[in-house]
């Protein structure tokens, strides 16, 4: 069985703080992704890696950045949080499929509920 | 336009009826689909993957339309543990993207 793991179910951070989200996976996936989800605007992809120190941006990754040191890992920095970040952080990972030939599923972990007062 | 888009219900159907789902897409040149479940304040969890013959998965039976641009899914005998949402999810080829549909939300009432 795929296991994607998170470090934190939930999470109350200050304004200002710096906030650390790790994700942990033990399927050797090359892939990994962080999303946020929201009430009615659904998943939206952060950043993602397909390979160690290797990343891109997704479709809303101001106010984060993230690091990938070892494959299995891959962490979602906060450089000041604020209260708009306030969300359902989800991790996932993935085969690496081949440039236009389609991805594979992806495996999420249980997500993060981070609160920011 | 959204690059995919769901009907987001919700669907209240009693138990053992059949229900549909829909999903409509924008790129033609998306390659893999895939509907995933999850459940409240849950994580998405794979349900199936859809491939172009359609494919079955004891109740759940999932199809693709490439033509008119569409996937959907078709829940025979529904239980109340499919009370959960439905979401949609399209990749365009490249492996990072992947296009989430907002969900559509099932409920199963004895």
Not at chain 1, 78 to 107: F, H, I, P, R
Not at chain 2, 25 to 50: H, I, T
Request: glycine content about 8%; charged content about 25%; overall charge neutral.
């Amino acid at each position: 069985d795929v296991k994607v793991t998170q470090s934190s179910r939930y999470l109350v951070k200050r304004t200002g703080e710096k906030v650390f989200l790790e994700c942990v996976q033990d399927m050797d996936h090359e892939n990994m992704f962080w999303y946020r989800q929201d009430p009615g605007l659904g998943l939206r992809l952060i950043y993602f890696s397909y390979d160690v120190k290797m990343k891109e941006k997704g479709d809303i990754p101001e106010g984060y950045s993230v690091s990938r040191e070892k494959k299995e890992r891959f962490s979602l920095i906060l450089e000041s949080a604020s209260t708009n970040q306030t969300s359902m952080y989800l991790c996932a990972s993935s085969l690496w499929g081949m440039d236009g030939q389609g991805g594979y599923e992806q495996y999420f972990g249980p997500g993060t509920r981070l609160t920011v007062t | 336009r959204k690059e995919v888009e769901q009907d987001p219900g919700p669907f209240n159907v009693p138990e053992g009826a059949t229900v549909a789902f829909n999903c409509t897409y924008s790129n033609s040149a998306s390659q893999s689909f895939f509907w995933y479940r999850q459940d409240c304040r849950k994580e998405p969890k794979l349900l199936m993957s859809v491939y172009s013959s359609g494919n079955e998965d004891g109740r759940f039976t999932a199809q693709l339309n490439r033509a008119s641009q569409y996937i959907s899914l078709l829940i025979r005998d529904s239980k109340l543990s499919d009370s959960a949402t439905y979401l949609c999810v399209v990749n365009e080829g490249n492996f990072n993207k992947f296009y989430f549909g907002s969900g559509t939300k099932l409920n199963v009432k004895p």
